[in-house]
């Protein structure tokens, strides 16, 4: 199982770090991404750690958002600074053990996911 906290409500500008702790299972191997979903949006891809070896972010995020691992406890984390309203979505994270490079920003290659995390950044 998945558990995603760290989401809040910010002004635009601000910062939040969400984490996604891991329970049953580990990090170490997988791929591990963030994603998010604004209301009545689809589900889209914010960043992902591709088996250890590289990150990759979406383009809207990429200089704000910096994804990491923390193995020792099992833990990804996503840093966001310089919020945008249009950063306002709930995001969940998502692992799998499988996942190839060029399907890493396609949602239904994840086989585990967390429950999300709402964040609000106002203007």
């Known amino acids: 199982q998945l558990q995603a906290s760290g989401g809040g409500s910010v002004q635009a500008g601000g910062s939040l770090r969400l984490s996604c702790a891991a329970s049953?299972?580990?990090?170490?191997?997988?791929?591990v991404a963030w994603f998010r979903q604004a209301p009545g949006k689809e589900r889209e891809f914010v960043a992902a750690i591709f088996r250890s070896a590289s990150n990759h972010y979406a383009d809207s995020v990429s200089g704000r958002f910096t994804i990491s691992r923390d193995n020792a406890k099992n833990t990804v984390h996503l840093q966001m600074n310089s919020l945008k309203p249009e950063d306002t979505a709930v995001y969940y994270c998502?692992?799998?053990?499988?996942?190839?490079?060029?399907?890493?920003?396609?949602?239904?290659?994840?086989?585990?996911w967390g429950q999300g995390t709402k964040v609000t950044v106002s203007s």
């Open positions: 049953g299972r580990t990090f170490s191997t997988g791929s």
């Open positions: 998502a692992g799998g053990a499988g996942v190839i490079l060029s399907a890493l920003r396609n949602p239904s290659v994840y086989y585990y």
